[in-house]
């Protein structure tokens, strides 16, 4: 008797045990015990310098994007090598991370958290907290990012290569990619919006300018006046050094200028003017700018919160990195 009622508690210990794991989710200030200042620490940073570096909001909120969608936000973004994937074949170094900026900044949040409670606060959480609160600091929408993120251990230049959807993605394609991490259209058209500001390379765009179907053409679906404008920034199809606003005039601002082009088809990369080419898609844009910036921002925030969810790693999965840009 006394046996099988141990051997069950071990049973049911272990099946609980199961259970609580897969069970293990995110929460609104996971560290508030571990490490109550860890949010505040974020925060501080950020509004000491993102006043001085405004670039660095959009290059930040890119960065949670480009996490999220390889591996899960697991801060697999930031690693320099690991021992299974080496530096040269990291996410960090694949094409489509092309310019992604803010490493620094990251690793300056993560050093001052690192002597506050050692090992306790994931990288993955202070890349979430550190877009949101750089987006807020210039004026953008804020959003819940609940914590308990913990760090990933593989980051894998082809997995970044399948997985982020590149600028010359169709509305078929944008849909197929944002399903596949559990989003949908309405997400696709909010998340999109982040464009609002920040920059793009030539090289995102060049071929809607120069070289469209392969016979030196044009893309019919770009405003024609803003086609001119752009070639005389971009002055040809191999300039690889040049970056254009992709909300020009209000590119450090967060509003509804970027959905307001769209629909004068002056969205900068093919992945923008494909969202006016699905009914659906085009109508929710139609709303989104006759409506008051409040609604643009409210519902964004339940996208990105949606978003700072995919496939993220809790509970004893991963690890909490000491380093952002190595594994333990
Ligand atoms: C719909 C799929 C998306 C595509 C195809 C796409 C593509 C791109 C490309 C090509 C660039 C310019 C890179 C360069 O040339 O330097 C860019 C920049 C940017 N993207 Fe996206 N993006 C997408 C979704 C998102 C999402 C979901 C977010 C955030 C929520 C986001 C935020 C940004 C920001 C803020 C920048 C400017 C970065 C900077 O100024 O450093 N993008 N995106
Ligand atoms: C990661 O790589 C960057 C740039 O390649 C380098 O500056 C940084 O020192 C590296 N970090 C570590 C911990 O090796
Ligand atoms: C990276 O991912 C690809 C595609 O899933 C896979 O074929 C490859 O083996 C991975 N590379 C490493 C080093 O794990
Ligand atoms: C690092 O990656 C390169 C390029 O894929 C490969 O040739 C090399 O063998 C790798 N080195 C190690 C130590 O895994
Ligand atoms: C993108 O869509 C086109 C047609 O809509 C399709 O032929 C192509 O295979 C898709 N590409 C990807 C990578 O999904
Ligand atoms: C997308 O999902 C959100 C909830 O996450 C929901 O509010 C919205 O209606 C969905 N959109 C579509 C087109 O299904
Ligand atoms: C335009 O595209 C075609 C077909 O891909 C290619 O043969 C041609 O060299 C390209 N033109 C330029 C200027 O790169
Ligand atoms: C830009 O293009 C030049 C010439 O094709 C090449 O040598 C250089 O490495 C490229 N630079 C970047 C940042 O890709
Ligand atoms: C930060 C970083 O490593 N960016 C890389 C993204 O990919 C391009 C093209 O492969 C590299 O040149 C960048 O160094």
Known sequence: MGRMNSAMVIVVMGVLAIASCAQAQLSLGFYGQSCPNAEKIVLDYVRSRIPKAPSLA?????????????RGCDGSVLL????????????????????????????????????????????????????????VTIGGPSWSV???????????????LFNLPPPTFNF???????????????????????????????????NRLY???????????????????????CTSLADNVTIVEMDPGSVRTFDLGYYSLLLKRRGLFQSDAALTT???????????VSSPPEVFFQLFAGAMEKMGRIEVKTGSAGEIRRNCALVN
């Open 58 to 70: 959009a290059a930040l909120i890119r960065m949670h994007f480009h996490d999220c969608f390889v």
């Open 80 to 135: 320099n090598s690991t021992k299974i994937a080496n530096a040269s074949q990291t996410e960090k170094v694949s094409p489509p991370n092309l310019s992604i900026r803010g490493f620094g900044f990251i690793d300056g949040i993560k050093a001052l958290i690192e002597k506050e409670c050692p090992g306790v606060v994931s990288c993955a959480d202070i890349v979430a907290l550190a877009a949101r609160d750089s987006v």
């Open 146 to 160: 609940p914590t308990g993120r913990r760090d990933g251990t593989v980051s894998n230049f082809t997995e970044a």
């Open 172 to 206: 078929a394609n944008l849909t197929v990619a944002y399903a596949s991490k559990g989003l949908n259209i309405t997400d696709l058209v909010l998340l999109s919006g982040a464009h609002t500001i920040g920059v793009g390379h030539c090289t995102s765009f060049s």
């Open 211 to 233: 070289n469209f179907t392969g016979r030196g053409d044009q893309d019919p679906a770009l405003d024609s006046n803003y086609a001119a404008r752009l070639k005389q920034k």
């Open 278 to 288: 699905n009914a659906a898609a085009k109508a929710f844009i139609t709303k989104l």
